[in-house]
């Protein structure tokens, strides 16, 4: 952006008057600081904007990601309430559209009105999953993940967003894994209560020790809403552990007491995640078009619930939204920072941990020094935002 716009002003001394330069160059300013302004509140389809909504860093340290890995081999799973034989299957095959019919039957890849229970998917648009159960019998529309684990740990985050039509009982997130229920926990949706609220459901085996509220979120309906769940497995010797997130806030801790070496068996007691849209009632017939959508949806391995210790973090919007990379001490140049998932001219907010100093620089390579920070700052200055190239982190002086 920088070269560009370098390029345009060189052009322009040749025909324009200083003035000319000098209103072009505010009016360039004054419309990059709205576009941020309004950024906070609107959601906008081009992931690529300040206004989508953009995945985090993974919570926690220590952490490998997976996503490529686990997308390549997930399924998706159609199914209508009380058939017998379990969901229609097929490979998540690139997120290729699915529906099913009253028959359960697969019914093509476009929407009849035949259609019970749909899937769909957008690369483009955040790399968006849409879950949908049209009308009874649709039951459940979701991605099984299959990365089955009995030890160490793993990470999901998406955004979440629903709409009205979704009622009390649809899980939209789930470990499977429990030993006299299916599943070690839920956490569902209802679009109903509290201006669309998110709850944890605690299915399998727990030690009854719990940390926040069941209610994990409130006031989110058609809002875009983040979502980190770490699942650590149990140990003979230690418990498990599951932590969840909303918008980078812990909301909700529980511990389990299923011991794998006793009694899971690590053949025959494994865990696995699922997203999506499921559980409609007998006597739902009458809910239609529950809808939920999950996007940029990504999965780590073998880390911990326990912040990396002495880490300044960058984010893309101001109040700490947005893409955001954390920084220990060290240099950064631009090729470094990107390669972190930093975006070039594009960060407006910054945490800085007690005893850290951060020094931006408006050019590659520190050049041109325009921020130095001892604290957090919840929204750079004009003379700062969305003008970062590179970046120092030392110990504070």
Known sequence: MK?????????????????????ASTLVVACKKDAKEASVDTLSA??????????????????????????ANQD???????????????????????????????SGSSYGTGNVASYTYSAS?????????????GNRSEIRVQDNYYQGSRQFEGVITINDKVWEENAVFQIWGGTTTATLMQIRADGSLNGGRLRVVQNGEQDNLTEGNEIIATNILNVPTRINVIHIQETSSTLGKVV??????????????IRPSSDRGNSTRTNYMKYGNYGREGTDTDKTGSIVKWSNVRFWQGGSDVPAANQARIFQGCSYSGWNVGLGVGDYTLSQLQALGFVNDDASSLRVPAGLRVRVYANNNFDTLIGTYTSDQSCFSSTVNDRISSIRVDLAP
């Not at 370098?6 to 200083?18: Q, T, V």
């Open 3 to 23: 070269n560009n716009l370098n390029s345009i002003f060189s052009f322009s001394i040749k025909k324009a008057s200083l003035l000319t330069i000098v209103a």
């Open 46 to 71: 081009n992931a690529g904007s300040k206004n989508a909504v953009a995945v985090a860093a993974a919570q926690g340290s220590g952490w490998t990601e997976i996503t490529s890995t686990v997308e």
């Open 76 to 106: 998706v799973h159609l199914e209508n309430y009380n058939t017998s034989g379990g969901p229609e299957t097929r490979a998540w095959n690139n997120g290729a559209a699915w529906y099913l019919n009253s028959s359960e039957t697969p």
């Open 125 to 137: 648009n955040n790399k968006t999953h849409t879950f949908t159960l049209h009308k009874h019998p």
């Open 244 to 257: 969840i997130y909303v918008n980078d806030e812990k909301k909700f801790t529980f511990y389990e007491n």
